[in-house]
Every structure is written in C-alpha cells, then in structure tokens.
C-alpha cells in the first residue's frame, strides 16, 4: 500500500499541472495577457521587405527573391524570440503609501530572471498611477523603467522618480513587462495584475511665529486674564526683541550682550485645551477663478499643517471638521495614528458648493462646542455670529461665546499669508524629525524645563544657559558644556 501510494503521488502531481496548464491556457485564450505589437520599425522593415518580394516577382530576378525570403527570418525570430525573452520573469513594484504633495514620487521596480541559462535583454516595465475617484481633476500618470540586462538566476532594481501628483488617492493599475529584442522588430508586452494604492497627502510646511502669537492671543483672551508663562513654558520657542512688560527673567543675556541690546526668550505656549480645525471647501457652482481653487488649496494645506504640529504631542484632543452636504467629523486624541487619519481625510477633501458652517456645528461634540478653539479655514467670507445662531444647538448667549473663541481665516483675502514656511527638504522628512522630537520630549522632565535649562544659540559652541531661581533673589545664569557642570 505504500509503495502504490508512492508512485500515485507523481501521477496525481503530473495531473494538477496539466489541468492547471489547460486552466491557465483557457483564460489566456478568454482574456489574453500576451499580446504582440508590430513597431514603427517593424512596418517599415515588413514594407521593404515586400517591395523587395514584389521587384524579385515583376523582374524575375532570383537574387532579389532570396533576398526578400531571407529578410523574413529576423522577422520570424523576433514573433517567437521575444516571446522566449518573457519567460519564467517576476517583477515587483515597491511604492511608499503615502506622500505629500510637492515631494518627488519615487517607485522602485525589481525584475527576477529565473531562467537557467538566458539573461532578460532589452526590458521595459510600464506603469501607470490613476486617481481612484471618477471625475478627479488630476490625469494619469505614466511611470516607466527600463533595464538593459539582467542575467540568468539574478535580479535587478529600477528607480522611478518624478513629481508626485496633486493631493487625493491613487491606485496602481495592471503593469507591462515588454521587450522589443532582438532585433526591435516585434513588441510583446505582458500585462502582471498587481493593484496598490496611494495616498498624496496635502503639502504642509511650519507654522511660523506669527501663528503661534495669534494662537496665544485667542488663548488668553478665552481664558480673560494672561497666563502665566512660567507654568507654562514646555518649549523654547527662539529669541526676539525686548518690549516694555517683558519679565526680566526671560532676558537671555548672553544673546543681548553680543547684539546690544536686550532679547527675550521666547516659549511655545503648550496648554492642554482642545482644538477643532475646520475646514470649509466651497466653491462656487460656476465660474469658477483659478485663484479661488488655489485659495480652497492654501486652506486646506493650512488645516493639514496645523493637525501636525498639533499631533507632535500628546495629551490634546483634536476635531477636524469639513462642510459639505453632510458635513463630517473625526476626532480623538493626539497621536501618529489620527495624524494618518486627518491627513487622508484632507487629501480627499473635494471643493462643494452646499453646505455651511451653522451645519458643522450641528455636529461637533457637545465638549468642543464648550471649551475648543475653534479654527475656520476657507475660501469665502463667513458671519461667524449668525452662522452660530442659526445651529440648532446653541442659544444666543453660547453663540456669542462660541464665536470668541474663533479664529476665522479667509483665504481668499490673504489671510493665511504668512502662517505657513514652506521647507525645500521633503514632507515625509519633516514629519520623521517632527515626530522624533516628540519622542525627545519625554527626556525631558517639567522640573527642568521649569528651572530654566535651555540650549544655547548655534553660535555658543555647545554651552547650556541653566537659569536657577532663589525665592527671595535675582534670577543668576550659570554657563555649561555639554550637560555637565
């Protein structure tokens, strides 16, 4: 019985791949992958080729007859000799899965030769990047390699580089490995099925000081009386002029001694109150300008910046909102995974013309209606009084409370202008160093940064200013080089 069972096994392995041989033949032959394609070349390398065969025929000349019959063999060799080439090859596509708009679009491609014997010569992998929605502005983007050789048993890496493609999502479509070899007569491609997407995110940039003066305003003024920044210093920010009512306890003095006169310290102010940012994408129905869709972009880039600064830290929550014929709402607390979700969310945001803020706030969560800053970014001007009066859920008097805690920016009219500096280095760049620092953060304990330990200007030479505070006398500033005393 074991020695039947082993000789069955071949037989029943031998009729697995003939049948999967047939199945495989059958959906070629309903819905071919392998096609052939005569070249420009080749049509005019088949006229000669007749010309030749019609002046042997007319003048009788033999010679001329075996020249156009011997003109046939490269013809022929290349119908059956690109096929061979195609054989036993396996390419894969390697894409990020997410980019921003504005850095470049980088597709790695490797191609395995799994033949004995026969290198691959003269490939090419065709590729193209669509956008997933119907009806999306931006076109079909053709991504295209070539490799010249690659040997039997090896493999071989190509790198597509080009711009990346306006913010939305994409979707890889069917590949093309072809070749025109050998004699460049004949093109045969064969098309691989292997679907991928990609996420193109909004570009974002840093948000400059100006933003963070006018988040701090909005702060104080919500709160009715100034914070107190000693209790709130969790970043050094830079340095800046001195202004009259500045605590001179903030005056770094090394900076001021150099330049002569007195600079500041300057923090990021970190409170732990939530933010909504929302986003209103209108446009009008016709008619459109250029710069209005420019304006609805810059509005859009703004919000995706904002999330990720937010996003650096823990410990805030965050609401990004969007007006539409149904408006929409994610929230939840700062983190790298809701960054990912307010990015995507961004990149397919499309320009509407239904919808308004008085809708929005119907559903934002009862929460960020009573203690969130509010931030409006659009394209269109917005009465930010009447828009709260008309919701459903707010009364005249929480109306007017929630528009004080507003910051309302129409981008139509240049508010935006100077919110946002945009880097040369690459987004995905930013984002890693963005986030690194948060992770840096946790080194550092609020006992130190509420002593005062801060790091010198690029141009101390590594010295640490440690400012140290006695309870009934002057601030006093001690030099240090590299951590120790």
């Given at each position: 019985m074991i020695a039947d069972d082993r000789a069955g096994a071949p037989r029943s392995r031998?009729?697995?791949?003939?049948?999967?041989?047939?199945?495989?033949?059958?959906?070629?032959?309903?819905?071919?992958?392998?096609?052939?394609?005569?070249?420009?070349?080749?049509?005019?390398?088949?006229?000669?080729?007749?010309?030749?065969?019609?002046?042997?025929?007319?003048?009788?000349?033999?010679?001329?007859?075996?020249?156009?019959?011997?003109?046939?063999?490269?013809?022929?060799?290349?119908?059956?000799?690109?096929?061979?080439?195609?054989?036993?090859?396996?390419?894969?596509?390697?894409?990020?899965?997410?980019?921003?708009?504005?850095?470049?679009?980088?597709?790695?491609?490797?191609?395995?030769?799994?033949?004995?014997?026969?290198?691959?010569?003269?490939?090419?992998?065709?590729?193209?990047?669509?956008?997933?929605?119907?009806?999306?502005?931006?076109?079909?983007?053709?991504?295209?390699?070539?490799?010249?050789?690659?040997?039997?048993?090896?493999?071989?890496?190509?790198?597509?580089?080009?711009?990346?493609?306006?913010?939305?999502?994409?979707?890889?479509?069917?590949?093309?490995?072809?070749?025109?070899?050998?004699?460049?007569?004949?093109?045969?491609?064969?098309?691989?099925?292997?679907?991928?997407?990609?996420?193109?995110?909004?570009?974002?940039?840093?948000?400059?000081?100006?933003?963070f003066q006018l988040q701090r305003q909005a702060s104080e003024n919500r709160q009715g009386r100034r914070h107190d920044r000693s209790a709130q210093q969790e970043e050094y920010h830079g340095l800046r002029d001195y202004r009259s009512g500045d605590s001179p306890r903030w005056i770094h003095w090394r900076t001021s001694a150099r330049r002569g006169e007195l600079m500041v310290k300057e923090f990021e102010q970190q409170n732990e109150q939530d933010l909504a940012i929302l986003?209103?994408?209108?446009?009008?129905?016709?008619?459109?300008?250029?710069?209005?869709?420019?304006?609805?972009?810059?509005?859009?880039?703004?919000?995706?910046?904002?999330?990720?600064?937010?996003?650096?830290?823990?410990?805030?929550?965050?609401?990004?909102?969007?007006?539409?014929?149904?408006?929409?709402?994610?929230?939840?607390?700062?983190s790298v995974k809701l960054l990912h979700e307010l990015l995507e969310q961004l990149a397919v945001l499309r320009p509407v013309n239904e919808g308004g803020l008085a809708e929005l706030i119907d559903v934002l969560p009862p929460a960020t209606l009573r203690d969130?800053?509010?931030?409006?970014?659009?394209?269109?001007?917005?009465?930010?009084?009447?828009?709260?009066?008309?919701?459903?859920?707010?009364?005249?008097?929480?109306a007017r409370g929630l528009s004080g805690r507003v910051l309302a920016f129409n981008a139509a009219q240049g508010d935006l202008d100077g919110l946002i500096e945009f880097d040369e280095e690459e987004t995905r760049g930013l984002l890693q160093q963005r986030l690194s620092a948060a992770e840096a953060d946790r080194f550092a304990t609020q006992d130190e940064r509420r002593r005062g330990i801060f790091p010198a200007e690029p141009d101390d030479d590594g010295v640490i200013i440690e400012e140290t505070v006695t309870p009934d006398g002057p601030p006093a500033w001690r030099a240090r080089r590299g951590g120790g005393s």
């Open positions: 031998r009729r697995r791949r003939r049948a999967g041989g047939l199945a495989r033949g059958l959906i070629q032959a309903l819905a071919p992958t392998e096609r052939a394609i005569v070249t420009r070349e080749g049509f005019a390398y088949f006229g000669v080729m007749l010309v030749l065969l019609a002046a042997g025929m007319l003048q009788q000349i033999n010679l001329i007859l075996l020249v156009a019959t011997t003109a046939a063999g490269p013809f022929v060799a290349s119908w059956f000799g690109s096929r061979a080439m195609l054989r036993r090859l396996a390419v894969l596509r390697r894409s990020p899965g997410y980019i921003f708009a504005g850095d470049p679009l980088v597709v790695d491609y490797t191609l395995e030769n799994d033949r004995r014997r026969m290198p691959a010569l003269a490939l090419f992998v065709e590729d193209r990047l669509v956008p997933a929605e119907r009806g999306a502005a931006a076109g079909a983007t053709p991504l295209k390699v070539f490799f010249p050789r690659v040997v039997a048993r090896d493999r071989a890496r190509a790198r597509w580089r080009g711009e990346s493609p306006r913010r939305g999502k994409y979707r890889f479509q069917d590949l093309d490995l072809g070749t025109r070899a050998p004699f460049g007569i004949v093109e045969r491609r064969v098309t691989m099925p292997m679907p991928d997407t990609l996420l193109v995110y909004p570009r974002v940039g840093r948000l400059s000081r100006r933003w986003v209103d994408p209108w446009l009008p129905r016709t008619k459109v300008e250029p710069e209005q869709r420019e304006a609805v972009e810059q509005a859009i880039s703004f919000a995706a910046t904002v999330c990720l600064e937010t996003c650096r830290r823990q410990g805030r929550r965050i609401v990004l909102g969007w007006t539409g014929p149904v408006p929409g709402v994610i929230q939840g607390p700062a969130a800053l509010l931030i409006v970014a659009g394209a269109r001007p917005l009465n930010l009084l009447e828009e709260a009066e008309r919701s459903s859920r707010l009364n005249p008097t929480a």
